[in-house]
């Protein structure tokens, strides 16, 4: 599973995630991505997690691999639910407002859900 944190500089402090269940797994952070950057960024991806950067049915056209979005912390309209909707994608919120540590917990327990077939603060 290929994970890219799209804009791990808006976090707040230094966005330090906790590894996950998988066995195997490849985990890229940038401080930060332009949405006409995500296709680049994004192309091998299973799951993209976003703090603040939009993403919109165009970016996520080319994206073949990617099954889910974590958006780390509230932000649900920063998401084209409707074209993820379409293509099958899976999006996931982390509810509420906290600290960085708590969110990057948060987002990786919504991911390794995820792998297990689990639904865990699923939008869509």
Request: proline fraction near 6%; include cysteine.
């Amino acid at each position: 599973m290929n994970v890219v944190v799209i804009d791990a500089g808006r976090l707040g402090e230094e966005a330090e995630f906790p590894p996950l269940e998988a066995a195997k797994f490849g985990w890229v952070q940038y401080p930060e991505t332009a949405p006409e950057e995500l296709p680049e960024r994004c192309w091998r991806s299973h799951v993209i997690v976003t703090a603040t950067t939009p993403i919109g049915a165009a970016q996520m056209a080319g994206l073949h691999n990617l099954g889910l979005i974590a958006i780390a912390g509230p932000g649900r309209e920063l998401v084209d639910l409707e074209a993820a909707r379409a293509r099958g994608i899976g999006v996931c919120e982390v509810p509420g407002e906290s600290e960085t540590g708590w969110i990057c917990a948060q987002v990786v327990a919504n991911i390794d859900a995820f792998a297990r077939g689990e639904r865990r603060n699923r939008i869509v």
